[in-house]
């Protein structure tokens, strides 16, 4: 039997995106809460756009930021994962991790427990050598994730998309390599 999802791990499951996951995937970008450390939530056709961007960064390089669900009741939770980034930064090109999760889902260590397995799945699966993540420097829910999975701070930079949101820039990134 095919399982539905690319791994899992402990509780959660990581699987490519579907057209069905719209309807969850539009309610988690328009949460303004959810949405605190971004140039503003994100309207449908935003939200349906970004979802056709992870399906094809999933057929380009057999990784993407991935739906994760519950495995217990198979609930969309918000997305964990792993993508290319080739922006203006003093680290990239690189792959960068992230995750945006459901204000319901938040506390219960999911996050934590998702970067983790993307991070093994990313260095035992796909051969990835390091793995950065940036957040804004006032983000601080996401730099503690970063610090438990074992990503070391390197530095702050300017994110070219920020550039019209001072109040997001500048950020940090950190980075972990393979042990």
């Avoid at 939530?41 to 999933?58: F, T």
């Avoid at 459901?102 to 998702?114: C, L, N, P, V």
Wanted: charged fraction near 25%.
């Amino acid at each position: 039997m095919v399982s539905e999802y690319t791994f899992t791990s402990l509780r959660l499951g990581f699987r490519t995106w579907r057209e069905t996951d719209l309807p969850a995937f539009t309610a988690l970008n328009t949460d303004p809460q959810v949405m605190r450390y971004f140039p503003a939530p994100l309207n449908p056709e935003a939200s349906r756009a970004l979802l056709k961007q992870l399906q094809a960064h999933y057929e380009v390089y057999g990784y993407t930021y991935f739906a994760t669900e519950l495995l217990d009741c198979k609930r969309f939770i918000g997305f964990i994962g792993l993508k290319f980034q080739d922006y203006e930064a003093p680290f990239t090109p690189a792959v960068d991790i992230g995750w945006r999760l459901r204000r319901e889902s938040w506390g219960k260590g999911y996050a934590t427990e998702g970067a983790r397995r993307c991070l093994e799945y990313g260095f035992e699966t796909l051969g990835l050598s390091s793995v950065v993540a940036t957040c804004p420097t006032g983000n601080v829910p996401s730099e503690r994730v970063m610090q438990r999975i074992g990503m070391q701070k390197q530095g702050e930079f300017e994110h070219p998309g920020l550039r019209e949101h001072p109040q997001l820039n500048p950020c940090l990134w950190y980075e972990v390599k393979k042990t």
